[in-house]
């Protein structure tokens, strides 16, 4: 079965820049989407097929893939960016989420 | 403005059957494209991806439960029904749906708020 691979936790200065990574298998080859989850909250897509905000999502948010790695940047990361993100494709049809990180902002 | 909201049992004993309700509103699975899915997340671990029901009844399951769950959709009351057999304490967690469309890239684009589902003699 198709694996995910992120790092548990990620810290970043407030204002400075985060970025988590998803790795897999050719991943480069695969819509990409990453969620963010807050406790006690449903998750939220932040980022779709790749590279694409969903409105309301701020564009301090940006996704790249390729090879067997996709990033999702948090740029002049904020307070209220602390949260778990998880990355997410279909192979084959199912659905296969990663790991999630913590994003903890210093 | 799309909704979603879970409905089911609690407590679940070990053995039993779970049936889950998802009702929601703003599209309709009698749209091309249109899809609902279940995921859970026990306490404090990652998402795990059940199950997807589309508009034209395609029905997708997760290869490791595939042979404990069922995705059934009523689309004339707007509802999407999760059915897993032989509950587990290892089952123990909160049961999300979720809306599934084309147009952003088949990602989990709207969420329910999630219901509880404890598994204990």
């Known amino acids: 079965s198709y694996e995910l691979t992120q790092p548990l936790s990620v810290s970043v200065a407030l204002g400075q820049t985060a970025r988590i990574t998803c790795g897999g298998n050719?991943?480069?080859?695969?819509?990409v989407h990453w969620y963010q989850q807050k406790p006690g909250q449903a998750p939220v897509v932040v980022i779709y097929s790749d590279a694409n905000r969903p409105s309301g999502i701020p564009e301090r948010f940006s996704g790249s893939n390729s090879g067997n790695m996709a990033t999702l940047t948090i740029s002049r990361a904020q307070a209220g960016d602390e949260a778990d993100y998880y990355c997410?494709?279909?192979?084959?049809?199912?659905?296969?989420f990663g790991g999630g990180t913590k994003v903890t902002v210093l | 403005q799309i909704t979603l909201k879970e409905s089911g049992p609690a407590p679940v004993k070990p053995t039993q059957t779970l049936t889950l309700t998802c009702t929601f509103s703003?599209?309709?699975?009698?749209?091309?494209?249109?899809?609902v899915g279940w995921i859970r997340q026990p306490p404090g671990k990652a998402l795990e991806w059940l199950a997807l029901i589309y508009w034209d009844d395609d029905k997708r399951y997760s290869p490791a439960l595939n042979s404990r769950l069922t995705i059934t959709k009523d689309t004339s009351k707007n509802q999407v029904l999760l059915t897993m057999t032989n509950m587990d304490p290892g089952d123990s967690a909160t049961y999300y749906c979720?809306?599934?469309?084309?147009?952003?890239?088949?990602?989990?684009?709207?969420w329910g708020q999630g219901t509880k589902v404890a598994v204990s003699s």
């Open positions: 979720t809306h599934v469309t084309p147009r952003r890239g088949n990602s989990f684009d709207f």
């Open positions: 703003g599209f309709s699975l009698s749209t091309s494209g249109e899809g």
């Open positions: 050719n991943i480069g080859n695969k819509n």
């Open positions: 997410q494709v279909w192979d084959s049809s199912t659905g296969v």
